[in-house]
């Protein structure tokens, strides 16, 4: 069992930059793949980034050079720097995670461990 729990989010205009964060407790050696996705009102949950256990990165097109997936193996945090935010970013974000990965995945159903969301708002 993995509990993952983020922070970080909040309001912020156009062209800002917040940083999400997410701890990951219990299990976590055993899932060191995970993910950062999205859903905005009205609109199906989407991958936003991906990290495998190597730490290769995947992206999103629509975030590809604004938004950056790290994370600190020794603290059990995963983060999501958002610059360059725009209105469209809107959205409640969630950290995930599962095993282990060598490839990062950015598909709902590849991960069964999901935190409970935090507000992402860009207003312009």
């Known amino acids: 069992q993995v509990q993952l729990v983020e922070s970080g989010g909040g309001s912020v205009q156009a062209g800002g930059s917040l940083r999400l964060s997410c701890a990951a407790s219990?299990?976590?050696?055993?899932?060191?793949?995970m993910g950062w996705f999205r859903q905005a009102p009205g609109k199906e949950r989407e991958g936003v980034a991906g990290i495998d256990t190597a730490g290769s990165t995947s992206y999103a097109d629509s975030v590809k050079g604004r938004f950056t997936i790290s994370k600190d193996n020794t603290k059990n945090i995963l983060y999501l720097q958002l610059n360059s935010l725009k209105p469209e970013d809107t959205a409640m974000y969630y950290c995930?995670?599962?095993?282990?990965?060598?490839?990062?995945?950015?598909?709902?159903?590849?991960?069964?461990?999901w935190g409970q969301g935090i507000q992402v708002t860009v207003s312009s």
């Open positions: 995930a995670a599962d095993g282990v990965c060598y490839g990062p995945r950015q598909k709902e159903s590849d991960f069964g461990y």
């Open positions: 219990g299990d976590t050696g055993r899932s060191t793949c």
